[in-house]
């Protein structure tokens, strides 16, 4: 039996869930998610590692669906609530899912889709007659996930973790954040990225405590639920505790005070998905009484490295290696550097991820001869605490907790009528994290930029769209003719 099933069990009449304004116990959630096992399998004893899509709401219903495809063999692939169509097919066809799920809201977006392609369709409210059936026993070292991020080709990669893998990862970050059954957090992360699924949702449950559910962001509604008192661990990216703060700042010094009263009898507040501007860490200090904890993670390896639970946590690293995940820094020939050089992050552990979906080449890419993941990212170990120095690839942005391709988005724009070429890139900001932002080579200067925009949200997520456009008579190029990506940012200096 998986370890978070036997957990529950032992939880059984605790409060799992808040959401909707109802509480559910663990005892609701082994029994609906065991209710909804049985009917994945229909006439089937193992669902063998099919793929089952979902895009479901934030709530009870989400985990019920996660731990059913779970419970009856199956790999959860959890879909982007607000993609457009085009990427809800490329994760289908991808992962050959033979199962989507959906809340009631999604089955006009996918239902043409499900039926042309024969794939079955469950929506949420309107299940067919479940018929009792013996749970598979599910073996720890099958494949239990796939998670989609960008890497430096243009079309995102599925990345396959384990049942074995997920543990790892979860069970680390039980034991170095102090997780315990009376703690209460609130998940205000998406549900398709290893941020909210393994370091909130998961966490919690493991650790027999309470995980409450917010429909959508509201700083507003955020901070109320803060006052009532009950929640101790909360979790965010950046681009949140700015908006936070921003929020807190337009209320009148009494609500702040009061908020701050709130915020400090909280055990834990976590940051990461992007750097930590340290002007907003000091700043969140200030009105929360909390130094966050930053740390460091990727879809593929789930947590890493991390700041301290005890002890200092220092404004601008990211901390150390986490017990059981083996870290170095090596130059371009996979050296280990000395200790005042930077070099590439690589990572190995029970926590780093299977493969990536039907992609053995791309695989074997991202690992060294001796089985370390290479993470791409350049850091430097400063008494004792690593400290990110940038990317090894310019091609990825990380803005507000994605890891954003910019080849998918170029590859997207040159489809537009009038653009001649153009160049996509990242820049500095202290709310998203890196401003995604492109230059452009047009054929017409009065091109419409809104008009872009709308007609790019129909092809792609609306966070990957630049927030910005400059339009150029040429893109910088070296002597071979590639754009040179940092003199591209210098643009927008």
Sequence with gaps: MLSIIENAIRNADKRAI????????????????????????????????????????????????QWGIWRAGGIIVPMCLTHPLPSLEYVLEDTQANIVVVSPEYEEILFAYTKENNIRLIVLGKEETIQPVALPQIESNRKAMILFTSGTTNKPKGVVTTHDNLEAQISTLVDAWEWNSNDHTICVLPLHHVHGIVNVVSCSLWSGATCEFLPAFSAEEIFNLFLKGSLNVFMAVPTIYYKLITYWESLSEDKQKELTTAMTAFRLMVCGSAALPVSVMEKWKIISGHTLLERYGMTEIGMAISNPYHGERKAGYIGKPLPGVCVKLVNENYEEVSADEPGEILVKGKNVFNEYWNKPEATAKEFTADGWFKTGDVALVEEGYYRIMGRNSVDIIKSGGYKISALEIEEELRKYNGILDCAVVGIPNDEWGELIVSALVVEDKNINVEELNKWLREKMASYKTPRKYLLVDELPRNAMGKVTKNDVKKLFN
């Excluded at 109802?22 to 049985?38: G, V």
């Design 18 to 65: 808040v959401a909707n304004g109802k509480n559910y116990t663990y005892q609701q959630l082994l029994d609906e998610s065991e209710n909804f096992a049985q009917l994945l399998l229909k006439d089937q004893n193992d669902l063998n590692e099919s793929r089952v899509a979902f895009m479901v709401n934030p709530g009870f219903d989400y985990v019920k669906v």
